[in-house]
C-alpha cells in the first residue's frame, strides 16, 4: 500500500482535543433487568496510550464501551469529556462487536459516513478513495458493503469510524473471528490511529493482540474495574487473582456471587 | 361456445386493431392509477416513515388507523367519497363526482393506507439494526430518515408495486365515484363489470386480457426487485 494512500487525510486536526481531554469517569454504574452489570467504575481516560480492555464473557466490557460513547445512559454516576458532559459530535467513534454496515455499497456507505460527519461533497470523493486505500478496499469499492466477507466487513467498519477523525476511537473486539492476516490488517490500522493522535480502546480476548497493540489493559470482572496495569506488567505479574485467573484460563467465581459473570 | 370463440376474436381485434375507444379506456385506467399512487406514495412513504421513527402522540392510535385502513373494502371507500363529493355534500361545490379527479381521490385514500402501512413495517425494522450506528454516528433526524429510506429502496418499491397492482384491480369505488361514463370515466374494471353485464363479452374480455398483462408486468417487476436485492444481499 503506497504511503501516501495511508494518510487518514490532510486534515486530520487535533485541535478539538483541548476541549475533549481528560475524560473523567466517576462512580460509572448501569443496571437492567434488576441486576447491576456495571458497577461504581471510575478511572481517567487520558490521550495516547493504546488501552485494551479484558475480563471474561459478560464481565460487562460492552455495556461499559456503550456507556463511554454515550449511546446507553447510566444508572449512576458522571462522565465528563474535557469539562463537557457530553461528547461533541465526531470525538467519539464506535466499532461495534457486530459491524452494522448499511445496505449500500462499500463506497457509499464511506461516503454515507462522510456526509453525516459534515464533510462537504466536494472534498468526500478524495476522502473515500483515501478511506478504501486506508482499509485495503480499492478493490471491493463498488461491491455490495453487506456480501463482503468477515474480514472485510471488520475493515471497513474500521475505516468508517476513523472517517470520524475521533478524538478516542472505541473497539469492541474488532478481529474475533478474523484470520492472522485479516487481524494484522485491523492492528495495522489502530497502529495507524494511533500514530495519527487517536486514542484507541479495544475490547480483546486476544492475549497476543493485546501484546501487540495495547500500552496499558483495563482488567474487568462482574461489572468492575479490577486493575489498570501495563500490558506487560499485566501479562507477567496480573496485581489482582481475578486477572491471575483470566490470564490463565482458570475460571474465578466472583466474590460478588449475585453477579456469576459467566 | 360459439359466443365465446366470436368474443375472443372481437377481442384480439380490439387488441390488434388498437381500437381507439378501447385504448382510450385503457388510457384513462392507467392516468387515474398511476397518478393515484403517485399521491399515495407522496403521502405514505413519509407517513410511514414518521410512524416508524418518530415519537409523538397519538402515534400508536394513527399506527391501528393506518393498519385498520389498509383492508377497507373499496365499496365502504367509494361511499365515502362519493357523499363527500355529492351536491350535498362538504366538498360538493367542487363539482368532482363522476370525474377522473374522483376516481383518483378514491384510489389514493384505497392505496396510502396500503403505502403507509408497509413503509412503517420496513424501516422500524430497519431502523432498529441501524439505530445503534446512526446515533453513534451522531446522525440528525432528518439524516436518519433519509438514510433508512435509501436503504429501504427495495421494499419501498415492492410496497408502491403492490399498490398499483391493488388500484389497477380495484373496481368498486371507481365505479360508485366515477360512474363508468362512457369517453369520461370509463375505466379497465368497471368496463369489464358493465359490459360483462350487458352480454357484450368482447370489449370486456379484451380489457381482461390487458389487465391479465399488466398483473403479470407488475409481478415480474416485483421478482427482478427482490433478485436484484438478493443478490446485493439488501433484503
Ligand atoms: N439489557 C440487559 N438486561 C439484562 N442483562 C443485560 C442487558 N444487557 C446486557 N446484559 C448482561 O450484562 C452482562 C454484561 O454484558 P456485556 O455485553 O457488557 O459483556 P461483555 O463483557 O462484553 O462480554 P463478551 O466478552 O461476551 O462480549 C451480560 O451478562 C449480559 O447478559
Ligand atoms: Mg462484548
Known amino acids: 500500500m503506497p504511503e501516501a494512500a495511508l494518510a487518514l487525510a490532510p486534515s486530520v486536526a487535533l485541535t478539538g482535543d483541548d476541549r475533549f481531554w481528560p475524560v473523567e469517569i466517576n462512580g460509572l454504574t448501569y443496571a437492567a433487568g434488576g441486576k447491576v452489570l456495571v458497577d461504581g467504575l471510575n478511572f481517567r481516560i487520558v490521550q495516547g496510550p493504546v488501552t485494551a480492555i479484558m475480563g471474561p464473557n459478560g464481565a460487562g466490557k460492552s455495556i461499559t464501551l456503550r456507556l463511554i460513547a454515550g449511546l446507553i445512559a447510566p444508572s449512576a454516576g458522571t462522565m465528563s469529556y474535557g469539562g463537557a458532559s457530553m461528547p461533541g459530535a465526531n470525538q467519539i467513534a464506535v466499532v461495534f462487536q457486530r459491524p452494522v454496515l448499511l445496505r449500500r455499497s462499500v463506497a457509499a456507505n464511506l461516503d454515507h459516513a462522510l456526509k453525516t460527519y459534515g464533510v462537504d461533497r466536494d472534498q468526500r470523493r478524495d476522502r473515500v478513495k483515501a478511506l478504501l486505500a486506508l482499509g485495503q478496499l480499492e478493490d471491493l469499492a463498488r461491491q455490495p458493503a453487506r456480501v463482503l466477507s468477515g474480514g472485510e466487513q471488520q475493515r471497513l467498519a474500521l475505516v468508517r469510524a476513523l472517517a470520524a477523525e475521533p478524538c478516542l476511537l472505541l473497539l469492541d473486539e474488532p478481529t474475533a473471528s478474523l484470520d492472522p492476516q485479516a487481524t494484522a490488517a485491523i492492528e495495522g490500522l489502530i497502529a495507524r490511529a494511533k500514530a495519527d493522535g487517536i486514542k484507541v480502546m479495544l475490547i480483546t480476548h486476544d492475549r497476543g493482540q493485546a501484546q501487540r497493540v495495547a500500552d496499558d489493559v483495563l482488567f474487568m470482572h462482574a461489572g468492575r474495574i479490577v486493575e489498570q496495569t501495563p500490558t506487560d506488567r499485566f501479562f507477567d505479574r496480573p496485581q489482582s487473582p481475578e486477572a491471575a485467573a483470566y490470564n490463565d484460563g482458570r475460571l474465578l467465581l466472583p466474590s460478588n456471587a449475585s453477579n456469576s459473570g459467566s | ?235
Open chain 2, 1 to 235: 361456445m360459439q359466443d365465446f370463440s366470436a368474443a375472443f376474436i372481437a377481442a384480439f381485434t380490439l387488441i390488434a386493431t388498437a381500437d381507439p375507444d378501447f385504448l382510450e379506456i385503457i388510457g384513462l385506467s392507467l392516468r387515474v392509477t398511476l397518478t393515484a399512487v403517485l399521491i399515495a406514495c407522496l403521502i405514505g412513504l413519509p407517513l410511514g416513515a414518521a410512524l416508524a421513527v418518530f415519537r409523538f402522540p397519538g402515534r400508536l392510535a394513527l399506527t391501528i388507523l393506518v393498519n385498520a385502513l389498509m383492508g377497507l373494502p373499496p365499496v365502504v371507500v367509494g361511499l365515502t367519497v362519493y357523499m363527500l363529493l355529492s351536491r350535498a355534500g362538504p366538498l360538493g361545490v367542487l363539482e368532482l363526482l363522476y370525474t377522473p379527479t374522483a376516481m383518483i381521490i378514491a384510489q389514493t385514500i384505497l392505496v396510502a393506507p396500503i403505502i403507509a402501512a408497509l413503509t412503517r413495517q420496513v424501516v422500524a425494522d430497519l431502523n432498529a439494526e441501524y439505530d445503534e450506528l446512526l446515533r453513534a454516528m451522531g446522525s440528525s433526524r432528518a439524516g436518519r430518515v433519509a438514510t433508512l429510506i435509501w436503504d429501504a429502496r427495495y421494499s419501498l418499491l415492492t410496497a408502491a408495486l403492490a399498490g398499483l397492482g391493488r388500484a389497477f384491480a380495484e373496481v368498486g369505488a371507481v365505479l360508485i365515484v366515477g360512474g363508468n361514463i362512457n369517453h369520461v370515466t370509463r375505466v379497465m374494471t368497471t368496463a369489464i363489470a358493465l359490459e360483462t353485464a350487458r352480454g357484450e363479452l368482447a370489449l370486456a374480455l379484451g380489457l381482461g386480457l390487458v389487465l391479465i398483462l399488466i398483473a403479470i408486468l407488475i409481478n415480474s417487476a416485483l421478482m427482478g426487485l427482490r433478485a436484484s436485492a438478493e443478490r446485493m444481499a439488501y433484503a
